[in-house]
């Protein structure tokens, strides 16, 4: 099993409101990630959590909170974001084995910001 | 500053063909390096990646070549099947695991039938 899952796909929502993106991964990674992608851009990370602590955030602003509630989970909760938020939302996860590191993405989450 | 960079922003190959697709960093201190390869509002799926301290890795059709000195990796794809076509990014990352990873721009590959 190789797999990030990502809840939900698709997520639209009005700047006063308050939503949640869910993450979920069983392959034991330590290491899970948000990052975010604008078309025809490269993925830009916001946040690393290293055994379910934070370890990076990219400057983000505080609109954006991450939580870890266990190894397998990874939440990113959403307050008062702006249109220039709509984004699609990848999380990750990786793990070194072997001398060699897989990371893996989840398929997304479409936001839109009205 | 761009770190990593994939200077060919598209390639065309036909199909049975070899596909080389290039990528170049600037920063010594990377330690690993991944491909990933991306379908339209999906994310990337991985593909394989190297250590700074090998310079070939292989995994079925994809082979990743590593030139530390010329600070240059490069991901052949052989024999090119129409599926393969996609956009491919190089990422890089140091601390070898739990670090941050740098993308490159991506290149937009598409295999002739």
């Known amino acids: 099993d190789t797999e990030v899952t990502q809840t939900p796909k698709h997520l639209v929502m009005g700047m006063t409101n308050k939503k949640s993106l869910k993450c979920e991964q069983h392959?034991?990674?330590?290491?899970m990630y948000w990052y975010k992608q604008k078309a025809k851009k490269p993925p830009e990370l916001m946040f690393v959590?290293?055994?379910?602590?934070?370890?990076i955030n990219e400057s983000v602003p505080s609109r954006f909170s991450p939580e870890c509630p266990n190894s397998s989970l990874l939440n990113l909760h959403l307050h008062a974001l702006q249109p220039e938020d709509s984004a699609l939302y990848l999380c990750?996860?990786?793990?070194?084995?072997?001398?060699?590191?897989?990371?893996?993405f989840g398929p997304g989450t479409r936001l839109t910001v009205l | 500053d761009q770190q990593v960079k994939q200077n060919s922003p598209s390639l065309s190959v036909q199909e049975g063909r070899i596909s080389i697709l290039n990528c170049d960093y600037t920063?010594?201190?990377?330690?690993?390096f991944l491909w990933y390869k991306k379908y339209p509002a999906e994310g990337p799926t991985f593909l394989i990646s190297?250590?700074?301290?090998?310079d070939k890795n292989e995994d079925g059709r994809f082979t990743v070549f590593l030139n530390k000195s010329a600070k240059h990796l490069s991901l052949h794809i052989v024999p090119s099947q129409p599926g393969d076509s996609a956009v491919y990014f190089c990422?890089?990352?140091?601390?070898?695991?739990?670090?941050?990873?740098?993308f490159g721009t991506g290149t937009r590959l598409t295999i002739i039938p």
């Open positions: 990422a890089a990352g140091t601390n070898f695991g739990n670090e941050k990873l740098t």
């Open positions: 190297i250590s700074s301290i090998k």
């Open positions: 959590y290293s055994y379910e602590k934070l370890s």
């Open positions: 990750a996860s990786s793990q070194v084995r072997g001398g060699r590191i897989w990371k893996y």
């Open positions: 392959m034991g990674h330590r290491a």
């Open positions: 920063n010594s201190m990377f330690d690993y």
